[in-house]
């Protein structure tokens, strides 16, 4: 994921005499200011996944006397850019990236490396190397939820996949690991393959595509997150062909786990909002106090289907 040169290149930017330094001068000053600001770009803040991010975050800042400042990059990279530099600007002590897109946000990590700022991608990855990463293993999310849906199928049948945007490191590992299922099963074939862009009403929309197209050909449907998962779902419902069809998705929002515990939905793949923000805020703090952290942490994925859901569901 990220290579041995660029991690020294960036834990040296990131743990430089400025990082310090600003701290140093927070802590100096007295005045019940924040211990430590640090900048949050978030992907896009109408995702339930990424508000979940958000929500963790706040939480774990406020118990550890953080100031966040949070920003909706609104599924651009380019605006996500933007909002690095303006970080830089402000010289927060830290910044946490939810990019955008694996190249077309690298230029936001380089921003702030250069300036002496440490950076911790959370959920997602780009190219440029960042102080420390923490997330999940997205190809595992793919090989679980396809390895669900070869069982139900019997290793045999016609899948759909709905891709997240193209060009995010979700969208490339989650179809990497699915495709690393779909290669041991002779008897599965992918049927059709389209970009939903993590959305569920263009989800729904393109099952309707498929409905039209392939009809009682389609045999599950593989969305890469819940939002699609759901569209899917409510499509197939309206076409009454629900029965025929396995869906999973990934992320285990609170509409995808209600769902699947009413046996609507047949699985998702939970992943941990709440321990990848959490562990973000903490690394971010500890980087702009110039302590070690660990380069890349990793939380996994647990497949949810109608047997579990309830142990997700929050009260």
């Known amino acids: 994921m990220i290579g041995p040169r660029a991690i020294a290149i960036a834990a040296c930017a990131a743990l430089a005499v400025s990082g310090c330094g600003r701290q140093a001068a927070r802590e100096r000053q007295g005045d019940g200011a924040p211990r430590a600001v640090i900048g949050v770009s978030l992907l896009n803040l109408s995702s339930e996944f990424i508000v979940l991010l958000k929500r963790a975050m706040e939480e774990r800042a406020a118990e550890m006397g953080v100031r966040l400042i949070i920003n909706d990059a609104e599924r651009s990279a380019e ?24 190249e077309a946000s690298s230029p936001a990590v380089d921003r702030a490396i250069d300036a002496g700022i440490p950076v911790v991608n959370v959920n997602s990855e780009t190219r440029s190397a960042p102080s420390a990463f923490v997330g999940s293993r997205d190809e595992e999310s793919g090989r679980i939820a396809m390895g669900f849906i070869a069982k139900r199928l019997g290793g045999r049948g016609n899948v759909v996949m709905m891709h997240g945007f193209m060009g995010q490191a979700a969208q490339i590992k989650r179809d990497a690991g699915a495709r690393e299922i779909l290669a041991n099963y002779p008897g599965m074939r992918l049927l059709a393959e389209q970009t939903a862009e993590w959305d569920r009403a263009k989800a729904m929309s393109l099952m309707e595509n498929w409905i039209q197209s392939y009809g009682d050909q389609i045999g599950a449907v593989f969305a890469q997150n819940d939002e699609m998962a759901m569209g899917a779902l409510i499509a197939l419902e309206a076409a009454g062909l629900k029965g025929k069809v396995i869906v999973a998705g990934v992320d285990a929002i609170a509409d995808a786990l209600q769902a699947v515990r009413d046996g609507r939905l047949d699985a998702t793949v939970f992943q941990d909002a709440q321990g990848q923000g959490a562990a973000a805020v903490e690394t971010a703090f500890k980087l702009a106090r110039g302590e070690p952290v660990q380069r890349e942490t990793f939380i996994p994925f647990r497949l949810v289907t109608r047997e579990n859901a309830g142990e997700f569901l929050r009260p």
């Open 79 to 102: 605006k996500q850019v933007r909002q690095a530099e303006s970080f830089v600007a402000q010289k927060v002590d830290a910044i946490i990236l939810n990019p955008c897109e694996v």
